[in-house]
């Protein structure tokens, strides 16, 4: 069980390496689309059986601290990082919940970005 949980934590804490090696360095520049514009992450949401030893890997690497557990973000321990997006990392809240990690996306009209074709 052990072994099963560090191999969990290890491809999460590179899924988030790789997840916000792209995001720091994500264009600025419009698409292809007429009047389309990259969305931002605004928040990163990882859910892991090992917050504490997530939340000091991912110090030590983008130079960052985490907070104390937010109650009203199911106990995230949350990091602004320098780009202005942040990353909250938490435990289950659930028997049934398992680690992922989820990506929520700024945009400047929420309409717009929920017409299909936009």
């Known amino acids: 069980m052990f072994q099963r949980t560090l191999m969990s934590g290890i491809a999460l804490t590179a899924s988030v390496l790789v997840l916000f090696a792209g995001i720091q360095t994500m264009p600025d520049t419009p698409t292809s689309q007429p009047d389309a514009r990259a969305s931002d992450v605004h928040y990163m949401e990882i859910v892991c059986a090992d917050v504490n030893g997530t939340c000091s890997t991912l110090e030590s690497i983008h130079g960052v601290t985490f907070g104390e557990p937010v109650p009203a973000m199911g ?30 996306l700024a945009v400047d009209d929420i309409g717009k970005a929920l017409k299909p074709g936009s």
Do not use: C, D, F, L
């Open 75 to 104: 106990m995230a321990r949350v990091a602004k990082m320098p780009n202005g997006s942040q990353i909250g990392v938490r435990g289950p809240m659930a028997a049934h919940e398992t680690p992922i990690i989820r990506s929520y």
